[in-house]
Structure formats: C-alpha cells, structure tokens
C-alpha cells in the first residue's frame, strides 16, 4: 500500500484471494488524471518493491 501512497493512486477496494501456494491481488483504484501517463513507473514500483 506504501507503493500506490507514494504515486498518490487512491485504491477504492482490494480483494485478496489465497490457495496453500497462490495469492492474486485484485486493486480497483479511482481514476486520476496522471495514472496513464505514469504507468512504466507504476509498473516499476509495484514490481520492485
């Protein structure tokens, strides 16, 4: 969550599901302005924290 604070992406809801080896995360995140035009950096973030 620290990530999506630092971009300033606020997250409407989050969904997590677990299997004994499996997570998926689910974020639906409001729309803002900046978020399309960020995404090689959302995506760099998110993968590398």
Known sequence: MSCFEEL????ASAKIHST???VKDTFL???QNDIC??????Y???THA
């Not at 300033?8 to 997250?11: D, E, G, K, L």
């Open 20 to 22: 004994k080896t499996r």
């Open 8 to 11: 300033s992406i606020n997250i």
């Open 44 to 46: 760099k973030l998110l």
């Open 29 to 31: 995140m409001q729309k």
């Open 37 to 42: 035009n960020n995404a090689e950096q959302i």
